[in-house]
């Protein structure tokens, strides 16, 4: 079994910041690709940030220069660092991670449970 376990979301007002962070846990030989995603009531869920294992990043263009991606291999974990957030931010932010459990794989994606993000005054 593998688990994806969120954390750090809340309510916060525009202007300010939140840190999420996602760690992964179980039978793991190895995470690969880890992201973030989010999901806005009425509209489907969409990448927001991406991180491979060597810390190649990308983002989607409403995110650069407010968030930053980060991982930490050694814990399965990654992280995303928001400032400057605003009401369209609003969401329920899911991570993901493609984890092969064997050497010969195959790999698969894990989801976690989701954290609402709020962004109101």
């Known amino acids: 079994q593998v688990q994806l376990v969120e954390s750090g979301g809340g309510l916060v007002q525009p202007g300010g910041s939140l840190r999420l962070s996602c760690a992964a846990s179980?039978?793991?030989?190895?995470?690969?690709?880890m992201g973030w995603y989010r999901q806005a009531p009425g509209k489907q869920r969409d990448l927001v940030a991406s991180i491979t294992r060597d810390n190649s990043s990308t983002y989607v263009d409403s995110a650069k220069g407010r968030f930053t991606i980060s991982r930490n291999n050694a814990k399965n974990t990654v992280y995303l660092q928001m400032n400057n957030l605003k009401p369209e931010d609003t969401a329920v932010y899911y991570c993901?991670?493609?984890?092969?459990?064997?050497?010969?794989?195959?790999?698969?994606?894990?989801w976690g449970q989701g954290t609402q993000v709020t962004v109101s005054s």
């Open positions: 179980g039978s793991i030989f190895r995470v690969y690709a």
């Open positions: 993901n991670a493609r984890i092969f459990r064997t050497l010969l794989g195959p790999a698969s994606d894990y």
